[in-house]
């Protein structure tokens, strides 16, 4: 699991020698994997140093609002099912599936954060199978589990996001449930700015250009898709999912821990985070 901000404002530099920094624009396959998968590699040991403690080890968090599996049981019975997280960071989701009787793999393209993977399954004495691949290649077979999740992974980093609903779906058994969270499409309008500068809308909903992180070459370092809350229900319903649930987590009294652009002043005015319930048909 991962959480991260997006929707910086962009910066042009015209006629001049390129300088690191950020835009909207097309990124082709190849180009979004190896940036994608550079930078959750880099940032690793500085993500996990930031917020491993309010991710847990063994913990299964939703969302920067602070929504728990525990709490909301939005996975359903998960004792004796079969589950993987798909973009699993740390899987400290995986590894709590696992006390509560799953059997249970964890995916996630980036080596740097299957390290903290392992690391965190020697720290915490409950062990999950790690597996480092493309969350749109899944290397599992057909109909082989109950159960796929995943809180802010593989989804928006996808440049083809329809292609992990058609590879979930194809690993889920008839009935299988499949919950993802991501920032809530409507987040993008905003600047990422958790103070009253992040309550103005500056950018088109209906903008679908990747916002991209690059380099003095102009290499992507960094990719993230939005699609609108209509483009991810008909991916799921173009793969053959039912949706069952579309949840937005209000912020809760009491929570004032600030995570990028996720903080108590936008979160009690707007949504931050979209979780979606499906089952396979």
């Known amino acids: 699991m991962r959480f991260r901000t997006v929707c910086n404002p962009c910066r042009y530099r015209i006629g001049v020698i390129p300088e690191p920094g950020v835009t909207r624009r097309p990124v082709e396959p190849a180009e979004n994997l190896r940036a994608v998968r550079s930078w959750w590699d880099t940032d690793a040991d500085a993500y996990q140093a930031e917020h491993g403690d309010f991710l847990g ?29 798909v973009g699993a960071g740390a899987a400290a989701g995986a590894r709590w599936l696992v006390t509560q009787g799953a059997q249970v793999v ?24 790690l597996v480092q691949a493309d969350a749109a290649r899944l290397p599992l077979r ?12 593989a989804v928006p980093f996808v440049d083809d996001s329809a292609a992990v609903m058609r590879e979930v779906y194809r690993i889920l058994r008839p009935g299988g449930r499949w919950v993802f969270s991501v920032t809530h499409p409507m987040r993008w309008i905003f600047l990422d700015d ?35 809350l209509g483009d991810r229900i008909r991916e799921l319903v173009a793969a053959g999912f039912t949706l069952t649930d579309l949840i937005e987590p209000e912020w809760p009294e009491g929570h004032e821990r600030i995570w990028g652009q996720w903080s108590p002043l936008r979160g009690r005015i707007f949504p931050g985070t979209a979780i979606f319930v499906a089952v396979r048909g």
Request: with cysteine.
């Open 57 to 85: 080890d063994v913990d299964l968090v939703w969302c920067p609002e602070g929504l728990r599996e525990t709490d909301i049981g939005l996975l359903g019975p998960v004792a004796g099912r079969r589950a993987v997280e």
């Open 194 to 228: 958790p103070g009253e500068g992040g309550l103005v809308a500056v950018h088109s909903y209906f903008d679908r250009r990747p916002y991209v992180e690059y380099d003095e070459t102009g290499a992507a370092t960094y990719v993230e898709h939005h699609r609108t």
């Open 142 to 153: 057909d109909g082989s589990f109950d159960l796929a999740f995943t809180a802010f992974g």
């Open 106 to 129: 964890a995916v996630d393209l980036s080596a740097g954060m299957l390290r903290h993977a392992a690391a965190a399954n020697d720290r915490s004495g409950v062990r999950v199978p």
